[in-house]
């Protein structure tokens, strides 16, 4: 599989004020897979360190400070020499070893012409407490599950060629709108998570892929009941699996009370700030106003929650394949197409999407693009009703409009109708 990361990571390597490069994401997104890719492929050679599978490794960095030392003792365990530029470090799993993470900083002032790349399950919680690791001495980046452009890159290369083809208005034959729609379908099943997709491609069977998912989830789950901070693991577990009750409601907005009956912020706030720094939810929003900048207008109160993988919420929501396939409509549609859409669109604009609400109107996402805010309307089928995105687009008058749906990719007045599988193409073609 290709991943779109490798990019970043390349440029990583050829920055001259590169520092020491911290991958965090969800378990299971591909960041070992990653880590080795890019060291077979762009170091003359690479050498793997689990402190997960390795204990006696942790010794080294609970006496040593000096990252030349250091560099020796590893050369000496892996049998050969460590050289600066060349030999690519990788260090996985390193939230089992807080020396080892702490130990970055020295790498960077006194080492850097030594390539270190490190990894870790929960890393983001470990990174949202500022003291547990070496603030503004390392590189981050975030690993996500595949998107769609990377699943169809895998799972179907000559159709990707021509989806990656498609330009700024470009008129897109049927046939390739179908088999796209098509391809779409299978993302919304499949979703990104690396071994799905593998599956997928090797035995085409949703079976296998169902069991799979099963158990990420029965994973996730069990690192909840394993975490043993200061917040409580069961209230971890309580707000992720009230996530599909909390989207199946007609607004979507997160509500404490619907996780346990007179809930309360300070019940659970800290579990979802939890789940978000670990890379498990997406946290989108609403704002009082749709005005640039979006962030100074985010009322920190009201918010949608939804799952880091299309295909696991749509597992977990328990919607049955064919109700997908088959062109119906389904109770939860509206809310895994906008799953779907959020996790195309992160990390494509600076600034991560809202959404805007009020008695009298909702917009279902708003971007900021520059100083532009871009207003999105999501439809999970060809429906084009939506009161209140018209009603904006007619007082705003903004300069783009955008509708998600499974139509064809054309304008309709001031409104851009993007097909859905478009979505992670969006900046380009506006």
Known sequence: MKRNAI???INWKKDAERKPLVLKGARQVGKTWLMKEFGKNYYKSFVYFNFDEEDTLKSIFEINKNPHRIIEMLSMIVGEK???EETLVIFDEIQECPEALNTLKYFKEKANEYHIIAAGSLLGTLLAKPKSYPVGMVNLLDIYPLTFDEFLEASD???FCYYDSIQKEQQIEEIFHNRLLEAYNNYLIIGGMPECVDSWIKYKDPARVHQIQRELIEVYESDFSKHNG????????????SIVSQLAKPNEKF???AVREGGRARDFEEAIEWLV?????????NVSKMEHPL??????????????DTGLLKHMAGIDNGAILLKTDYQFKGPLTENYVLQQLRGQFEIEPRYYSNKNSEIDFVLQNSMEIIPVEIKGGEDKSAPSFKRYIADAQPKHALRFSKRGYRKDG?????????ARKVKDLI
């Open 230 to 241: 200061k917040v409580n693991s069961g209230r971890i577990l309580m707000v992720f699996r």
């Open 295 to 308: 962030s100074a207008f985010d009322k920190l109160d009201q918010f949608k929650l939804f799952i880091f």
């Open 157 to 159: 290369p000559v159709l």
């Open 277 to 285: 720094s670990a890379g498990m939810i997406n946290r989108v929003y």
């Open 82 to 84: 460590i050289l600066p």
């Open 255 to 257: 509500m404490y009370g």
């Open 414 to 422: 001031a409104i851009t109708n993007i097909p859905l599988y478009l």
């Open 7 to 9: 990019a970043d990571m």
